[in-house]
């Protein structure tokens, strides 16, 4: 690898605010804030949404239960209109 080209590899602190949990990962983004975890100081990155809050991870996503337009339209009228020529 070439010397000075690429950014710092390093663990941060990211923060689901949502959950109010904090991830330790090691990534390469810049930040300029920090923040102090169990005695160290990481950089502070924060997130909307990580597996804490998911609600794909949590089990609380809802499931359609609608179908969409056409299959809703083939259920109602089927083979109704089909005429075939023989």
Known sequence: MKKGIHP???KVAFHDLGADK???VRSTVQTD???D???QTYPYMTLDVSSWSHPF???KQKTSTQDGRVAQFNK???NLGLKRSK
Do not use: A, D, S
Request: glycine fraction near 22%; charge should be positive.
């Open 57 to 59: 991870y949590t089990g």
């Open 37 to 39: 975890i169990g005695g």
């Open 22 to 24: 904090f991830i330790i």
């Open 8 to 10: 710092e590899y390093r």
């Open 76 to 78: 109602r009228f089927g």
């Open 33 to 35: 804030r920090t923040v």
